[in-house]
């Protein structure tokens, strides 16, 4: 009786070891073949009305997670140009848990724009992560200018387009009508009756 008890105790933990260690080796190799993952990237794909800072481009931001702790690189690659261009560049990172980089892409300057931009993972294999957002309606900057008072205007605001025109807005006294002169000089830019209102 005692040696059966004592065989079935052997049995139960010759399974019980087994169930173990093949516990203990499954969970690491699983771990080991995990790929990169995107925990935050920004512009997020799909995204509408990205800002814009003119004259410099789009904001971006990535943070990439490796289970495993074996990430080794982490490139940003933009087919603003018609193919896909590198414009960030981890280098050899040694094998970490995760990366985080941001920055600006000076080629996403477009008004309502859409871009493809890619983020690939490298962790013995490449893993890829592609998104694509469209930029906000992009309008020139206010400048600062100053006018005439005796010319009895109220408002004025000069703006500049990307393709280098400028713009005039103004109202006045009288009528509150909005005029608006373009120049791609940057001169003579308002007239009214034949009276200048303003020199550039």
Request: overall charge negative; some cysteine; hydrophobic content about 35%.
């Given at each position: 009786?005692?040696?059966?008890?004592?065989?079935?105790?052997?049995?139960?933990?010759?399974?019980?070891?087994?169930?173990?260690?093949?516990?203990?080796?499954?969970?690491?190799?699983?771990?080991?073949?995990?790929?990169?993952?995107?925990s935050y990237a920004s512009p997020s794909n799909g995204a509408t009305f990205v800002d814009v800072i003119p004259g410099e481009g789009v904001n971006w931001t990535?943070n990439v997670t490796d289970s495993d702790g074996n990430l080794q690189r982490v490139r940003l690659l933009s087919n603003s140009s018609g193919s896909w261009q590198?414009?960030?560049?981890?280098?050899?990172?040694?094998?970490?848990?995760?990366?985080?980089?941001?920055?600006?892409?000076?080629?996403?300057?477009?008004?309502?724009?859409?871009?493809?931009?890619?983020?690939?993972?490298?962790?013995?294999?490449?893993?890829?992560?592609?998104?694509?957002?469209?930029?906000?309606?992009?309008?020139?900057?206010?400048?600062?200018?100053?006018?005439?008072?005796?010319?009895?205007?109220?408002?004025?605001?000069?703006?500049?387009?990307?393709?280098?025109?400028?713009?005039?807005?103004?109202?006045?006294?009288?009528?509150?009508?909005?005029?608006?002169?373009?120049?791609?000089?940057?001169?003579?830019?308002?007239?009214?009756?034949?009276?200048?209102?303003?020199?550039?």
């Open positions: 009786m005692n040696e059966r008890r004592f065989r079935r105790g052997l049995i139960g933990l010759a399974i019980t070891v087994v169930i173990l260690t093949s516990i203990a080796y499954i969970f690491p190799q699983s771990a080991r073949g995990a790929t990169p993952t995107i990535v590198v414009f960030y560049d981890s280098g050899d990172l040694g094998g970490v848990s995760y990366h985080n980089a941001s920055g600006i892409n000076p080629d996403w300057t477009g008004s309502w724009k859409t871009y493809y931009w890619r983020v690939a993972c490298y962790d013995g294999t490449w893993t890829n992560y592609t998104y694509s957002f469209t930029t906000e309606y992009v309008f020139g900057q206010p400048h600062c200018i100053a006018l005439n008072d005796d010319k009895a205007l109220t408002t004025s605001v000069l703006y500049k387009n990307t393709t280098g025109d400028y713009y005039l807005w103004i109202t006045q006294d009288t009528d509150d009508d909005i005029l608006v002169k373009t120049s791609s000089l940057g001169t003579d830019f308002m007239t009214k009756s034949s009276i200048k209102a303003c020199d550039g």
